[in-house]
């Protein structure tokens, strides 16, 4: 019904009238109409009338008694605040918010914004009621004199509920559309619920409260916002000029912009000022300096999202893990509609698990080995054994919208539901689950099997039935060298990585109890989310994976077999200092620490001596263990290795899986084909080596695993006595 006119009047009302021949007569006559209105609209009568009492020296108490009770978001509304999320040494990776505000309380307020504020846009609020009779018959008196309708009469606390009915709207732009809409009957309500106020809250909490949901402009909400985003300061610190500026901006945050609209800022700012001065909250010198002074900008650019995290040592996606780790976790509300709407909410200071230094060295470690223009990329996550804490998680290809940059939201490091991909085949880096399996069914550590150079898939037992080899013709399995045939032992066959080894220990122990291994390892479906299968190939890693779960497989080996969930988050707190309960990592023994000694000894067995991973020892000679793995057709390449203090799992490949690994330029230098050893591999090594430098050296826990008795038979060259496999990995090392 109405334009953009002030809210009690309606420029309609005066298209009718003739020019009035005196201004008494005018103001009379406007007058009448208004009050003829009230009249009219009966409840608008009760809405005005009433507390204008206030206007006169009287209170509000008494006049509303027949409203019903408002609701508590009035008197403290859930006001959206930033979430800062902070790194394990209290860096503050980012800034993230729906709306950009930090709530303050009055002593953290400068005394001259919340003056300037009153005096710009209310100046007799401390004397009248929920509505101001005065200001009412004088925004009457200038429309009049004027034929505009330039002048309004809404007080600072109907103005106050207006904006938390903005707020509540949130998102929903036909809610914040209706809140802000100009007809009789929500101006009715606005004024029931601030006479109702008026009576529940003071007028300084009032006046606080409006200070902190009010929009100053260019995306901050409230004085603290405002403060920094215009002058890189606390509000408590502001100058009588730059409260008095930010002051002005309510009126019009577009038009007042001092960033866009500098000239028209100073005059609205100098306009705060005389206020003040007539008020009497400031002197004449002190007014003559503050308009002396120029705005002063120190102006903040918005920053907000996990997109600001990417200069900060690539930590952009674990920023995104946070956010949906909060978002899926019930720790953070009961339904997803809960969770969003904690996490929409803000005001929170995430301490995450996050360590600054390892994410240093895991960065480094992918973008100084392969470059974000390279058809491959390569991702890198890091483990605490025994917490299942998240150290690092880096990528080679930044976080980001614009794809000519070859920025990425997705992250390479997690499972899909998580903001990751589908995964990618772990290769033989899953050989170690069914050694463990093996092991915990009561296999010992020296055992043999005849490991032919290929075989067919043999009859295996699952947890439902059997599987066969029905295929026409037949599946096989070869290992990667003709060199390579058995029999060979458990240490043996994982430093060669010989597959028909495997394929042969699975037909022994079931598929049912890799599976089941695996889930105590924390794998229960594969990275999109879809269950494991119980086939002879999960032997060989064809099962996609997450870098960040194989990271937490090898953590529990280097653990003793203890597995952890893994975790993002040490603690929460509100911005007022409550906490708010994280959930903790949950820690349970998956096997033996007989089975952990063993499994030591053997992955030690890779990276020494003979094993696919023999040149990748760490520049201090501590003690590793690990495993190199390569996909079918070369589309992914891994090194997952240990320390007793560190797990860290690294992939390469094409980020979408479908780059066969041969015949290409990585970091500018020519690749025939690539392997878990010689791609990943170096990256892991970089890492570690920067990540565990300076930490003290520690041993793994091993098993005494007698090696085989020498082969005699000259014409079998499969004794493992040739050339390291390095030079001839098969296709899954």
């Known amino acids: 019904m109405e334009s953009n006119l002030p809210p009690i009047w309606n420029a309609s009302d005066s298209a009718a009238l003739p020019p009035p021949r005196k201004a ?6 406007f007058g009448g ?12 009568l009760a809405g005005l009338a009433l507390p204008a009492a206030g206007g006169f020296g009287l209170t509000a108490k008494g006049t509303a008694e027949g409203f019903e009770d408002i609701p508590s978001d009035f008197k403290t509304p859930p006001l959206t605040q930033a979430t800062q999320i902070f790194d394990a040494k209290g860096g503050l990776i980012a800034k993230v918010y729906e709306r950009d505000r930090t709530v303050i309380t009055p002593e953290q307020m400068s005394p001259f914004m919340r003056q300037a504020q009153v005096d710009i846009e209310d100046a007799r609020f401390y004397e009248h009621g929920a509505v101001d009779l005065k200001g009412v018959l004088r925004a009457i008196g200038k429309n009049a004199e004027s034929g505009t309708a330039s002048q309004g009469a ?38 029931k619920v601030a006479i109702k106020l008026e009576e529940d809250l003071s007028k300084d909490q009032i006046l606080t409260n409006y200070l902190n949901i009010t929009y100053y402009g260019n995306g901050a909400y409230g004085v603290e916002a405002a403060s920094q985003r215009y002058f890189s300061k606390s509000n408590k610190d502001l100058t009588i000029a730059e409260a008095a500026m930010l002051a002005g901006l309510v009126q019009n945050p577009s038009q007042y912009d001092p960033k866009l609209h500098p000239v028209a800022a100073q005059k609205r700012r100098d306009t705060v000022i005389d206020k003040m001065v ?24 918005p920053q907000n999202g996990c997109i600001t995290a990417t200069a900060q040592g690539g930590m952009g996606f674990f ?5 949906h780790v909060v978002k899926q976790d019930p720790a953070f509300g009961q339904s997803a509609a809960d969770r969003k709407k904690f996490w929409d ?44 804490k998240i150290l690092a998680m880096a990528q080679t290809r930044p976080y980001g919208l614009d794809a000519n940059k070859n920025q990425t939201v997705v992250n390479l490091n997690v499972d899909a539901a998580m903001g990751g991909g589908n995964g990618f085949q772990p290769g033989s880096t899953f050989k170690p689950v069914v050694a463990a399996a093996a092991l915990e069914a009561g296999l010992p550590a020296t055992q043999e099997y005849s490991a032919p150079n290929s075989m067919e898939y043999p009859t295996m037992k699952t947890c439902e039935g059997t599987w066969k080899n029905q295929g026409r013709p037949k599946a096989v399995v070869p290992n990667e060298s003709a060199s390579e045939k058995g029999p060979y032992q458990l240490k043996q066959a994982m430093a060669l990585s010989v597959n028909t080894y495997f394929v042969q220990m699975e037909q022994e122990i079931g598929l049912c109890a890799v599976k089941q291994m695996a889930n105590k390892l924390g794998v229960t479906s594969k990275a999109s989310g879809k269950p494991l299968e119980e086939v002879p190939a999960m032997a060989l890693g064809v ?6 779960t194989m990271a937490n497989i090898y953590a529990t080996f280097a653990a003793q077999g203890t597995h952890c969930s893994p975790i993002a988050i ?14 903790a990592g949950q820690c349970e023994k998956a096997f033996s620490d007989d089975t952990a000694r063993a499994m030591n000894t053997v992955l030690n067995g890779v990276t020494e001596n003979k094993g696919t991973g023999a040149a990748l020892n760490l520049d201090d000679n501590r003690q590793i263990a690990g495993k190199t793995g390569t996909s079918d057709r070369k589309r992914a390449a891994w090194f997952n290795g240990y320390t007793p203090q560190l797990a860290t799992a690294v992939w390469l490949g094409g980020p979408n899986g479908g780059v066969e690994m041969r015949n290409l330029t990585i970091n500018g230098k020519y690749r025939t084909e690539v392997f878990g050893a010689d791609g990943p591999g170096p990256i892991w090594r970089d890492a570690m080596n920067q990540a565990l430098r300076g930490t003290p050296k520690q041993s793994l826990p091993m098993a005494d695993i007698p090696d085989p008795a020498p082969k005699t038979d000259p014409n079998n060259t499969g004794t493992g006595t040739g050339a390291p496999a390095t030079n001839q990995p098969d296709q899954q090392h």
């Open 570 to 583: 040490n603690k929460i707190t509100t911005v007022d200092g409550k906490d708010v309960p994280v959930p």
């Open 24 to 29: 008494p007569l005018r103001l009379a006559r």
């Open 543 to 548: 099962e996609e994976m997450s870098p960040l």
């Open 154 to 191: 809404s007080t600072l606390t109907q103005q106050y509920v207006k904006n938390v009915n903005v707020e509540k709207a949130g998102e929903d732009q036909a809610a914040v559309l209706e809140a802000q809409r100009k007809t009789l009957g929500r101006k009715i309500q606005e004024l």
């Open 345 to 388: 909410t803000g005001g929170l200071n995430i301490y995450t698990t996050l360590d600054p230094d390892k994410q240093a060295a895991a960065q480094s470690a992918v973008t100084s080995n392969v470059k974000v223009t390279d058809t491959v990329s390569a991702a890198a996550t890091m483990v605490e054994p025994g917490t299942g």
């Open 33 to 44: 109409i208004f009050l003829a209105a009230s009249v009219v609209s009966g409840v608008l």
């Open 278 to 301: 007539e008020n009497k909250h400031i002197t004449a010198d002190q007014a003559k300096e503050a308009k002396a002074a120029p705005l002063g900008l120190n102006f903040k650019d």
């Open 319 to 323: 920023c995104d893990y946070v956010r």
